[in-house]
Structures are given as structure tokens and as C-alpha cells.
């Protein structure tokens, strides 16, 4: 069965920092692109980042590009996600999502974990 | 890279057919058939519905349907349940330099 679980979630004041990871299992982890998705609180869904398999290209969302970096560790299983100067408008359930291997879509969720950004 | 637009929300009573449509633009919807949908139920993950414009993945009822006309794209859900109602968001790849973009959401609501 495949599983993604996400953790490293909490609260941060503004301009802080946090990494958020994703374990994946059940599944060939370093054969798969993997996504970040996030979801303010009563809002939609906005894709937040991509990463290959190999870790090569990488893509951002404008929102965050050059604050958030995203990385992975194919012997770990692990997905990351390392958040700098973090805003309070990036208060949101984040989501680590599969894309499947061939096409354009996410075929595999996490459950989320939830960033607040407050003072 | 704007979001795509779909309507806020949509209702229908049971056992009808409600359409939710999703506009983007030729660098997205129109130009590519990398459409998909996911239902999203309060407090859970999003799940997929449609992949590739008018695709089901195992599992999925055959009372989803998707398609698309030009910068349009449509999912349709026939036969209307009670245990349909929840938030769905189409997205696209995109040509820009973002990759990848979702539509606004939209609740539908069984009357």
C-alpha cells in the first residue's frame, strides 16, 4: 500500500524557519517525482514545489521561489521541504503528493501537516 | 501563473447531472491533455478523480466523466449522490515557468 506521511509542522513566528519532511513507502520511492502542495485554512490548493527523481530540475511556485527549497533522499525514502523567512500568508496545511510516472498528475496524497506563522 | 478558474459552487438534487467547468488558457488546459481532477472531502486530502482529461482511476465511479473543449475543461457527475458532495479542484501542467497550477475549487452541494 502506498503511504506518504508528512511531519515537522507547527508554529513559527515570522521570518523563521522550518523543514517539513514526507516518508513514502509501499512503493519504489526514487522512481517517482514527488510534488508539495499546500491549503490555507478555508482556501484552495496551491501547488508549492517539484522535485525529479533525481533531484534535477527542481521547480517553485513564484510565491515562494528563493525562500523554500525542496530536496530529497532516495535512501531514506524522504521528501523535504526547507521554509525560510517564513510569512504569516504561508499558514497552511502542506501536502506531499506523487506525480505519477508518466503523465501530469498526483495519484498519491499525504495527510498533511499544518504550518502556522504567527507571532 | 494564475489559478485556473472554475465556479465557486455547483448544486444539484439526487440522480441528476451537475457539470463544473474549469478555464485556464492555451499555455494550460488548452494546450496540453494533463487535466485532472480531485475531490476533496472537509479535513481530508485531496483524492483523484480524472487524470488526463477523461481518465478514471481504478476505483473511481463511472459516473465521473471529464472532457474538454479549447481552454475549457469539464467534469461531469451523473447520477448525483448524496456522498458526492465535497470541494473538487481541476489542475493542469503548465508551459510557464511554475509547472504546474490548480483551479480555484469548487463546493458542490446536494440538495
Known amino acids: 500500500e502506498v503511504q506518504l506521511v508528512e511531519s515537522g509542522g507547527g508554529l513559527v513566528q515570522p521570518g523563521g524557519s522550518l523543514r517539513l519532511s514526507c516518508v513514502a513507502s509501499?512503493?519504489?520511492?526514487?522512481?517517482?517525482?514527488m510534488n508539495w502542495v499546500r491549503q490555507a485554512p478555508g482556501k484552495g490548493l496551491e501547488w508549492v514545489s517539484y522535485?525529479?527523481?533525481?533531484?534535477?530540475?527542481?521547480y517553485y511556485a513564484d510565491s515562494v521561489r528563493g525562500r523554500f527549497t525542496v530536496s530529497r533522499d532516495n535512501a531514506k525514502n524522504s521528501l523535504y521541504l526547507q521554509m525560510n523567512s517564513l510569512r504569516a500568508e504561508d499558514t497552511a496545511v502542506y501536502y506531499c503528493?506523487?506525480?505519477?510516472?508518466?503523465?501530469?498528475?498526483?495519484?498519491?496524497w499525504g495527510q498533511g501537516t499544518l504550518l502556522t506563522v504567527s507571532s | 501563473q494564475s489559478a485556473l478558474t472554475q465556479p465557486a459552487s455547483v448544486s444539484g438534487s439526487p440522480g441528476q447531472s451537475i457539470t463544473v467547468s474549469c478555464t485556464g488558457t492555451?499555455?494550460?488546459?488548452?494546450?496540453?491533455?494533463?487535466v485532472s481532477w480531485y475531490q476533496q472531502d472537509p479535513g481530508k486530502a485531496p483524492k483523484l478523480m480524472i487524470y488526463?482529461?477523461?481518465n478514471r482511476p481504478s476505483g473511481v465511479s463511472n459516473r465521473f466523466s471529464g472532457s474538454k473543449s479549447g481552454n475549457t475543461a469539464s467534469l461531469t457527475i451523473s447520477g448525483l449522490q448524496a456522498e458526492d458532495e465535497a470541494d473538487y479542484y481541476c489542475?493542469?501542467?503548465?508551459?510557464?515557468?511554475?509547472?504546474?497550477?490548480f483551479g480555484t475549487g469548487t463546493k458542490v452541494t446536494v440538495l
Open positions: 509501499g512503493f519504489t520511492f526514487s522512481s517517482y517525482s
Open positions: 522535485i525529479t527523481r533525481s533531484s534535477s530540475p527542481i
Open positions: 489542475s493542469s501542467y503548465t508551459s510557464s515557468s511554475t509547472l504546474y497550477v
Open positions: 488526463e482529461v477523461s
Open positions: 503528493a506523487r506525480l505519477y510516472t508518466s503523465g501530469w498528475f498526483l495519484d498519491y
Open positions: 492555451s499555455s494550460d488546459v488548452g494546450g496540453y491533455n494533463y
